[in-house]
């Protein structure tokens, strides 16, 4: 049994995003610098935004979204199609757009401690038939927020599982927490929020193009 869900977190972080764009994006104004062919500059302010503004860059077969929600480079043929909106289906998709990140682009995914204490937490209670008492010493000598347990990254987390397994190794022996098996990365939120707002700036670039009257 497995308690982490990667694709219902990511529904659950896209939900969140979401929610956040719909609100930070009130009163948000685009400005569109440069609108030749493929060759496009688009500067969106965002007054209700942490992040305050982004830009989207495009020349043929690229298209650049830097600012406050940090710099992604996509590759596609048609990159302003890759993220236009369709009422038909869900255009949020960061597990396809993910792979088409440009090499050398914005990291998709990152480390999760949330993700790491989870499948202690799982292991511990797998083992509790070899183990009694292992779930208690995991929350004592492990899961205690002790700065000696650095479960911040995954240096810090394999640090700790292996002096947790040596320091307990008279007690349950063989103890062994399968780290190797574990998917420790998550889509980082940055990311997420990135796809939910490109297809919000793909449609109002769309409305701009729209003449008046």
């Known amino acids: 049994m497995n308690v982490i869900d990667p694709y219902d977190e990511l529904k659950q972080q896209m939900s969140e995003a979401e929610a956040r764009i719909a609100s930070e994006a009130e009163g948000a104004v685009m400005t569109v610098l440069k609108d030749d062919g493929a060759y496009r500059h688009l500067r969106i302010d965002l007054p209700k935004a942490s992040w305050k503004w982004c830009e989207v860059v495009t020349w043929p077969g690229v298209l650049v979204l830097r600012g406050g929600l940090g710099c992604w480079t996509f590759v596609a043929a ?10 038909r289906s869900d255009r949020v998709d960061p597990l396809y757009w993910e ?5 050398g682009s914005g990291t998709a995914r ?5 993700r790491a204490g989870a499948y202690i937490r799982q292991t511990a209670a797998e083992l509790a038939d070899d183990f009694p ?7 004592s000598d492990l899961l205690d927020g002790s700065p000696h347990n650095d479960l911040g990254t995954e240096g810090g987390l394999r640090a700790a599982l292996a002096a947790f397994e040596e320091m307990h190794g008279a007690t349950y022996e063989g103890l062994h927490f399968p780290v190797e098996s574990w998917e420790l990365k998550r889509f980082d939120p940055w990311f997420v929020l990135s796809c939910v707002m490109l297809p919000w700036a793909v449609e109002q670039y769309a409305a701009a193009l729209v003449p008046a009257g």
């Open 133 to 139: 008492g292992l779930a208690d010493d995991v929350d």
């Open 78 to 87: 048609d990159v302003i199609g890759l993220f236009r909106p369709d009422p």
């Open 99 to 103: 792979g088409k990140l440009a090499p």
């Open 110 to 114: 990152v480390y999760s401690a949330w």
